[in-house]
């Protein structure tokens, strides 16, 4: 993954989207992590219909030769300037997070090395290769650190290789589900609301059941989730994941029950 072009502002969700599509006769990455929600695109689905990677290589951990390998590199870009830690916003950081977590698990990859900046493919750094890369040095658009930098520090900082390795891998150990499967109805939901119920306070399964599913979703502690499948109303867990959305006032709201559960059950 690799920060965007200078053009890249805070103006707009996506600032970097029409060039990423027209600048060459491919998308430039095969996703583009926007600012804010609905911000994220699938540029292109398949390795090699994107340029991404450029010279680089070789890993000879992932038995990639040397040279521009878009057809077995997969590229994420986040749209933003890449000049200065910081500029990234939580939903851009959290969406990576979650992109790759997801990637990790569809092709079932075991190595942490799998998870790569830009420059771990051109300088070989962060495990990318045993020696410095004969392209190191190449680019000097990067956050990760100075761009000539083998074999890279160790300690995570935003946002090198082993930063976005700790993120992902702790967003894979959440263990099995815990949700049961079954979508809560917003008014058993709310029954237990702490300020609309009529029962405020109170627990009940349905409370339970969005707690669970909040703590699958890394929201809320997953030790915090009562075996008896009962709890109230998850005001922290909820705030957190509707912020997370862009959606802070919104309660438990239809929208906020569609995009936890996948549909509304009045
Ligand atoms: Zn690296």
Known sequence: MKASTSSASTSNPAPSLGWAVTAYDKPCANALVGKVPG??????????????CGQG????????PEGNRPDLLWGIEIDDPGVKVGTFTDYQIENTTRMVAALWEVFGWTDPRSIAT???????????????????????????GAWREWPGSDTPAPYNAPWWRERVLERLSTGPALWDGTIPSR??????????G??????????????????DLGYVDPGK??????????????????????WPGDGFSERVQARLFGKVKP
């Not at 989730?225 to 862009?246: D, I, T, W």
């Open 118 to 144: 830009h420059k771990c493919w051109t300088d070989g750094c962060h495990g990318g290769n045993t020696r410095p890369s004969p392209n190191l040095g190449r680019k000097n658009d990067t956050i990760d």
């Open 198 to 215: 009529d029962r405020p306070g109170d627990a009940n399964l349905a409370a339970w059941r969005v707690k669970a599913r909040l703590a």
């Open 39 to 52: 911000s994220t695109y699938l540029l292109a689905a398949l390795n090699g219909a994107a340029y991404h």
């Open 225 to 246: 989730v009562p075996a008896s499948k009962r709890a109230p109303y998850p005001v922290a867990g909820l705030k957190a994941y509707r912020e997370a959305q862009g």
């Open 187 to 196: 008014s058993a939901v709310m029954r237990v609301h702490p300020e609309k």
């Open 57 to 64: 290589g070789p890993w000879p951990w992932a038995g990639i």
